[in-house]
């Protein structure tokens, strides 16, 4: 499989302080890539500057071949990357159809009749087509988080990445989640998918990296990472995974 | 449906008593709506940028004031007033056009007090360019078309377009992308919301409207000069109005500007006190109606509604202010949203 | 332009910097801490002016004497107001609108108590002023006010730093949220903080009444000046606070010598400059 | 248009309570409205004079001086019955209407739009501030109505305005040369170094020429000659300069603000001129207040004082009476802006008593033949001007005292002007 984005030797300080050294990946197209790490390993920075709403203070990203690094967001955005936040950030004052439809417009760049249409998929993709005209802020949490996936798929995205989808769900919410995950992979969507929880990254990815203190220090086979003695250090006090 | 085609028909009757009040009216009467469909405009001008986009703008008579010199300097020349208007709410457009990329760049209160500081290095410029009148202004030539009536007509037409137009974005693309930005301008850009241009873009067609306000107004005052075109009060004034009325609806402006132009008027009589009765009861109504009066109108309105679920969607802001007497936090923080946006500040 | 004439102008930059310090660093807190436009900065600065002016005149009270007594009663009415009116406000839409409000009310009780006219505060002092080397001259008022100025200004420090309560506020100003898991109340610590930033105005007013002489309308010239040391020191610094203050003072001094009628407009000038270069001003928040 | 209707956010109690303030104000406003309207044509039960004045802005405190006088001046015609009117055969009384206006312009068009509208006002009293004039000639052109100005306003459009008077009493052309012309009378031919800093405002290029024409006219020579802004916070530089030019007659022209903080700069620099004249900035009685025993030998440019000699015969009125009623009723210190202020209501009562009817446009072609003795002086319109005496006044004692007035003019010159002044301390 072709390599749809690599990261090459990403830097990021903060006021002196590396959230992130000389990260170094690809990701294969069609894969579900598992990033792991405790917290603070700079996870959450990793996906911004892929994003390009941080911008790397060394190294960069190139997104088929090219290379995207210092590109506005929205731009980054139609050329099909796609994030979903760790807190759920819908558009609190606009109703679910409306926070879909945005990004249908603009995200994905559709005519309005196309993406009316397209937004009411979506929304019954992750199954909230029940509550199409509520106001995104009197959702409940895993409501929104739901509505959050929904905006980050809105944009049409062939690479998506989930920023820790599962965390505080419970498991009936998690087998939910899950579900959507699956089907997306399976509609061809590439997928880098952060998370703390490790049971259903490793049951579900192709490929998993760890990362550490801003270092990538594993990259490989779920299963082979599972038993990898760094792997565990790192976790170690952390999770009992 | 009903309630739409309903307020379209109240809309028509409303236009045509104010087209027919100049023919049985005269003076006073036409004076004070001449003054409200001004605050009117203007308070709508300043919700379009703050309610569908988020620009708290504490420099909004900027616009006004800079369109007003145009205005009388095109006027002067001797084209006609209306064109003049027109000159001169396009040069403000033009102008806050040319701002934006500057102050983009601030958010929340920081873009609050950038717009402030510009509205003022403005009004200390005019009352030192020479070619401006300094602080004496500049004086509109005794145009031919010059009446109350025809100020009167020209007021509200200004009032329709400074409704209708945000009522049209709204509608529009650009509006939903606005709602966006206003909601959370981080995340609309993620999802290719191209939010610089949609901030400038609203920014400009509220500019533009004050603009014509500040055409209008010059119209029928005959004068400019920098300590009204430029005033910090007529900014806030027109910010009163919003968030009495109610912010994010288009009844709300109306509303808190006849509210705001009535209290005026009625409090005239009593000089000396006027102004403490009208912070007192402002401060009052943000209180005990943290919604705005548009809630007053709602609450009203409520038994002729019937539910309705498969309709559009509702309106889409609840108004903005609450008060969390009894907030489910006990430990919350009470201005939340101004320190997210703070904290998001883009350098 | 002689050395002894620059110097003078230098001392009396920065002793003027002082007392704008102290003007903004009441304002500065609010922000830092509350992310909250104080509107209502310049007129309690006047309404203290006031105060002071009418315990002077009835009974004679050294002014700046009388401003450390007014300190508890302005702290307790900062306290109250926070709590009971701008605290309840959610938006800064409706706290900026109960500001203004406020502001129109105040402004129309000080007409209504004390009319229009001008007032001033003469003491035996307000007059002196002593020679230093060279032939420069020094306003013994100016500098009680600068030397107070500091006091109050590192005082406030002291207590950012070094107290339960100023760590309590720093918390808050970096994250409520957090710091209400560490069991600090950020209402609380809010109330407090205002209180505090109205005590440091009774002060700054006591300091004003003895220097200028005041009517209603100053309010908005005290607002604009602390607005424009706040921001070019930084939202949030004591430090940035007293470096704003003193490069205001600084630039209003010397843009004299260009040409008096451009002194009131420097400040704006630089402070149009900073907001869009480095919006941040020269020093951060309190958090950086 | 849809309305939400998930508001919650209030009771019903709160929401009548405000519905009823809300409807009560506009029912209130309304209902004035109606009881105000039309006027009855025959033999009114009051004249009605109109004013916009400034009570909550920035020119609050002089137009509040000005309002008194008003008012004042209104009760003692109205204690005399009223103006005579030939029309009607029979006195009527006046009855003086203002609304506030913080000089904001918006605010003052609309206010004299609403006096002439809804109050449907014989004549109007104007606004101080050049700006005011502007804006107020318009609508005194509009509706021809005859319009006082307090506002003085050397400019073509105001001076030659037909229904406009603009600031009759006084002209600043005719009185910047009082110094000199004090100075001069003491007889010495040194001291001719002249300083002059004037705040920027609209008029001050023409302030500029009137003083600087004045100095050289009796004999002066500008040394020094700078404009500032208002609120300027340090004036270091001009000091200097004028002490580096050893400036022998200052004239600072700035409000009281300006004028204390310039003041006490110059006793910190050691600046100490022979005499300073600072206008505006030392009328009031809160310049000795904030200035103590520094504040005094500065004198002033003042064009009435209670002690000046003359009345109004006829409604029984005099300087003395006005000063004393004033510091009674306020609690402050007299202004010298009462006595032009209450001028301005005998000289319409007086206009309204020639013309003989209540008619706009025939009161105001009687202005033009008022003549006769007022609270300033005895006045007599010469080219649409007022001209009243010229004086010198200084603080001395804490209190402000004619100094200097010229020969022909019967006020009494109570106190020999201090000069040069005493060195600081």
Known sequence: ?241 | MRLKSKSIMFSIVFMFFIIVIPWILQGYPLLFLLQLAINIAFAQSWNLGFSYAGLLSLGHALFAGISGYVTVVICNMGIPIYISILIGAFTSMLFAVVVSPLLMRLRAIYFAIGTLILCNAFQYWFMHWTEAGRALGLRLRMYPEYSLSNCYYLAWIVAFIATVLPWIIVKSKLGLAALSVRDDVDRSEAIGVPTLLVKTIIFAISAFIAGLVGGVRVAYLLIIEPTLAFSFEQSLWATLAVVLGGTGTLIGPILGAAVITSLQYALMNIPELSMLITGVMLILIILFLPRGLISIVKKILQPLRKPNTHARPPQRDQGTIKVLSNHKFPFSDCSESAVKDVCSFEH | MSPSFLLQLLINGILLGGLYALLGSGLSLCFGVMKFFNILHGSFTLLSCYFIYSIFTSTGLDPIIASVILIPAYFFVGFCLRRYLIGRLATLDAVLIVGFSLTTVLRNIVLLIWGARPRGVYTSYSMLAFDVLGGVRISFIYLLCFIISLVGLFSLHLVLKKTFLGIAIRAVAQDPEMSSAFGVNPSLIKDLTFGISLSFIALTGGLMSTIYSFDPTLEIVFLTKAICVVVLGGLGSVLGTIVGGVVLGLAECFAGIAGAQYQAFVGTVIFLIIVLIKPKGFFGLYVE | ?425
């Open chain 1, 1 to 241: 499989m072709s390599v749809l984005l690599s990261i090459e030797k990403v830097s990021k300080s903060f006021g002196g302080i590396w959230a992130l050294r000389d990260v170094t990946f690809d990701v294969h197209e069609g894969d579900i890539v598992g990033l792991v790490g405790p917290n603070g390993a700079g996870k959450t920075t990793l996906l911004k500057i892929c994003m390009n709403l941080l911008r790397p203070s060394h190294g960069f990203i190139k997104y088929k071949g090219l290379k995207i690094t210092g590109l506005s967001p929205h731009k980054t955005c139609k050329l099909g990357i796609s994030m979903t936040n760790q807190i759920p950030r819908p558009f609190k004052r606009m109703n679910c159809f409306e926070n879909v439809l945005v990004g249908c417009l603009f995200g994905a760049g559709l005519k309005r009749n196309e993406a009316e249409r397209e937004a009411e998929t979506i929304l019954e993709k992750v199954f909230l087509s029940q509550k199409k005209y509520t106001i995104a802020g009197e959702l409940t949490v895993f409501e929104q988080k739901l509505l959050d996936l929904a905006i980050a798929l809105s944009t049409a995205p062939k690479f998506l990445m989930l920023d820790e989808p599962l965390a505080g769900s419970t498991e009936k919410e998690v087998a939910q989640l899950v579900s959507i995950i699956k089907k997306l992979r399976d509609e061809g969507t590439t997928i880098l998918w952060v998370e703390h929880v490790l049971s259903e990254v490793i049951e579900n990815c192709d490929q998993m990296i760890v990362l550490n203190e801003g270092k990538k220090i594993l990259e490989g086979k779920p299963q082979e990472i599972v038993n990898d003695t760094r792997f565990i250090e790192a976790y170690v006090g952390e999770e009992n995974a």
């Open chain 4, 1 to 425: 248009m849809r309305f939400n209707l998930s508001g919650k956010a209030f009771t019903k109690v709160q929401a009548v309570v405000v519905a009823i303030i809300i409807i009560s104000a506009l029912i209130g406003g309304v209902a004035y409205y109606v009881s105000r309207s039309g006027p009855s044509k025959l033999a009114p039960d009051y004249i009605l004079i109109g004013a916009t004045v400034d009570l909550t802005g920035p020119n609050a405190f002089v137009e509040s001086i000005f309002l008194y006088a008003w008012k004042w001046a209104v009760e003692k015609v109205n204690e005399h019955g009223g103006v005579y009117v030939k029309e009607y055969g029979k006195k009527i009384p006046l009855k003086l209407i203002y609304y506030d206006d913080a000089s904001d312009v918006s605010k003052v068009v609309s206010n004299m739009e609403t006096l002439v509208l809804k109050d449907n006002v014989l004549c109007l009293l104007g606004k101080t501030g050049p700006l005011a004039a502007t804006a107020t000639v318009p609508i005194a052109e509009k509706y021809r109505i005859p319009t006082f100005g307090l506002a003085y306003y050397p400019d073509e459009t105001v001076m030659n305005s037909k229904y406009y008077w603009s600031r009759p009493f006084e002209s600043y052309e005719q009185h910047s040369s009082v110094i000199f012309r004090a100075i001069n009378d003491l007889g010495l031919t040194t001291n001719r170094k002249v300083a002059i800093l004037i705040m920027e405002d609209p008029l001050t290029a023409k302030f500029f020429n009137y003083y600087k024409n004045a100095a050289e006219q009796y004999g002066f020579d500008v040394v020094y000659i700078e404009p500032f802004t208002i609120l300027t916070s340090d004036y270091t530089v001009m000091i200097t300069s004028m002490k580096e030019r050893s400036a022998d007659i200052l004239v600072f022209l700035g409000i009281a603000p300006d004028a204390t903080t310039f003041w006490r700069q110059c006793k910190v620099l050691n600046y100490r001129p022979k005499i300073a004249l600072i206008v505006l900035g030392a009328r009031t009685y809160g310049w000795i207040e904030s200035m103590g025993k520094d504040g005094e030998y500065v004198c002033t440019l003042d064009f009435w004082h209670p002690t000046y000699p003359y009345k109004v015969i006829k409604y029984g009125a005099t300087c003395q009476e006005l000063a004393e009623d004033y510091e009674k009723d306020t609690g402050e210190k007299w202004d010298s802006s009462l006595g032009e202020s209450a001028d301005c209501i005998f000289i319409f009562a007086d206009a309204i008593e020639k013309a003989g009817c209540l008619d706009r446009e025939k009161v105001n072609e009687a202005m033009m033949h008022i003549e006769g003795e007022y609270l300033c002086g005895y006045l007599k319109f010469i080219d649409r001007h007022l001209p009243i005496p010229d004086v010198l006044m200084q603080w001395q004692g804490g209190e402000k005292r004619v100094v200097w007035a010229p020969p022909d003019v019967p006020v009494p010159v109570d106190a020999s002007i201090v000069f040069p002044l005493p060195p600081w301390d």
